[in-house]
């Protein structure tokens, strides 16, 4: 049966509307101290252990973003939320869930020298559930640097999750959600709600779900405007010893900004792919075609902004293997920001360095400093030369893809860390 093309999209098809129900709404990430547990609750709301990496697993810590889809439902006749497709709730016998929302977790790593792979899943997310250990004394020295990075990245809704209150007793509990209370007073997330919970032993994950679905709105899209993905991944399929025409393209993940990709698009990617000229590293922009969309093991025909997708591409896969191209922004060709190899911004500083635990305030920025900064979702390094009252100038180790007005979030290297101290807006 051959379907009937229309002139508008007003009324969608069958075939149209379930490819929109496949891709996750918004992008949800899970930030916190290292060992907090989040890469435990993203398992236990998706069902995906997210650590695959080999030094993942062999350490026990997250080092790359992780992602995961998972399919939010409730039951029609108690209202309980869950992600199985049947109640949990013994008295509703067998009753069938529906679907309430699909999203894409974001499994952000906690460790103090990942920082800047939290700050470039940041700008790929439209919520945040902040972990907080309870067995632990609040703040630790990451959870107060994530926290400022939401709020510098302009992330408006977080959820604070409690866990790990199994192993303490409930005057322990107390005290650690009072210790959260007075760490989130005179902060945006003064008043963000509290869930606590065992993301070990499956407690109140489902208030945390009910909690989720009221305070992460699915935000408004722009899907008419031309598009822009953040590339946080990028990767190799093939396996070892496949014969050349079995090859398959490579594969760039990440999250549409905005507007829409299909299936067949050509498609540029700034910065682009680094080569060595006259003893000079340059960046050359790439130029290929969209060969297949996924989210998570669903193939699409289009994508649009919401939750994280895979995009297949024409690319030789040894330019994508190892995330050589994340950072990058992928869209139409022609119609992507500026590359920058030298940028200028102005600087917003904070008062104290965030992330350390000595109080150390902020000095204002040197010349020939070096800096850690974060736009979009790349990370690279400036080195300053030049100064004014309220803007500095650097160049760039490796050239970044933004328009003037993008927020990019600054750190310096204090002791054996890069550490939070503001951001910039790019002129």
Same mark, same amino acid.
């Given at each position: ?6 002139? @508008? ?40 252990? @997210? ?7 062999? /350490?026990?810590?997250?080092? /790359? ?84 990075? &939401? ?61 989720? +679905? ?10 008419? +405007? ?59 922009? &790439? ?13 699409? +025909? @289009? ?45 917003? &500083?904070?008062? /104290? ?33 030049? &100064? ?40």
């Amino acid at each position: 049966m051959v379907e009937k093309k229309t002139p @508008t999209r007003k009324k969608a098809t069958k075939k149209e509307e379930v490819i929109q129900k496949i891709q996750p709404e918004v992008n949800i990430g899970l930030v916190g101290h290292v060992d907090h547990g989040k890469t435990t609750l993203t398992e236990k709301l998706s069902g995906k252990w @997210t650590d695959t990496h080999s030094e993942e697993l062999k /350490r026990g810590i997250t080092i /790359r973003l992780g992602y995961a889809n998972a399919t939010f439902r409730k039951c029609p006749k108690c209202n309980e939320y869950t992600i199985g497709k049947i109640c949990p709730n013994i008295s509703c016998k067998g009753e069938k869930t529906v679907v309430t929302r699909s999203v894409s977790l974001v499994d952000a790593p906690g460790h103090e020298s990942l920082m800047a792979t939290m700050l470039s899943g940041a700008t790929l997310m439209d919520g945040a559930l902040l972990l907080v250990a309870a067995n632990e004394e609040c703040p630790q020295p990451q959870t107060r640097e994530h926290l400022m990075a &939401l709020e510098i990245m302009g992330i408006k809704n977080v959820i604070v999750v409690q866990n790990k209150i199994d192993i303490v007793s409930e005057e322990g509990a107390i005290s650690n959600y009072n210790q959260i209370k007075e760490f989130l007073k005179g902060s945006s997330y003064e008043n963000a709600p509290i869930v606590p919970l065992s993301a070990q032993f499956n407690v109140n994950i489902d208030l945390l779900i009910k909690t989720i +679905e009221e305070t992460i709105k699915t935000p408004q899209r722009h899907n008419e +405007e031309k598009p822009m993905m953040f590339v946080a991944r990028s990767f190799d399929i093939n396996r070892p010893g496949t014969m050349p025409k079995d090859l398959q393209g490579g594969i760039l993940g990440g999250a549409l900004a905005q507007g829409e990709l299909k299936v067949g698009d050509s498609i540029e990617i700034r910065p682009g792919y680094k080569v060595v000229k006259e003893n000079k590293e340059i960046y050359i922009p &790439l130029k290929t075609k969209i060969v297949s969309l996924n989210s998570g093991s669903d193939k699409m +025909e @289009t994508a649009t902004p919401g939750g994280s997708i895979g995009v297949m591409t024409q690319l030789d896969p040894s330019v994508v293997k190892s995330d050589k191209l994340a950072g990058s922004i992928l869209g139409k060709e022609g119609e992507l920001p500026k590359v920058h190899y030298r940028i200028a911004l102005k600087v917003n &500083l904070l008062e /104290r360095v965030v992330g350390s635990k000595e109080d150390i305030k902020v000095d204002p920025i040197k010349m020939r400093e070096v800096l850690m900064l974060n736009v979009n979702s790349a990370a690279t390094v400036g080195i300053v030369d030049k &100064l004014s009252k309220d803007i500095f100038e650097c160049n760039l180790k490796i050239p970044i893809c933004a328009d003037a007005g993008s927020r990019i979030t600054i750190s310096r290297r204090v002791g054996t860390r890069y550490r939070l101290i503001g951001y910039g807006i790019l002129q």
